[in-house]
């Protein structure tokens, strides 16, 4: 049974994913949480 990702805070899912590196499912999670975030500016390499 796979915990409830949409109710995890960011930290809590970086946690799980340390526990379980495998899982796509929380890592998309957590990176749908990071892009919603306001301001976010992303770097690119140009």
């Known amino acids: 049974m ?3 990702f949409a ?3 960011k930290s809590e ?3 799980y994913l340390l526990k379980h590196r495998n899982d796509t499912e929380a890592f998309h999670a957590l990176m749908d949480q990071i892009t919603s975030e306001p301001n976010q500016i ?3 390499v140009e």
């Open 2 to 4: 796979k915990p409830n």
């Open 7 to 9: 109710g995890m805070s």
């Open 13 to 15: 899912l970086k946690a």
């Open 42 to 44: 992303f770097y690119t």
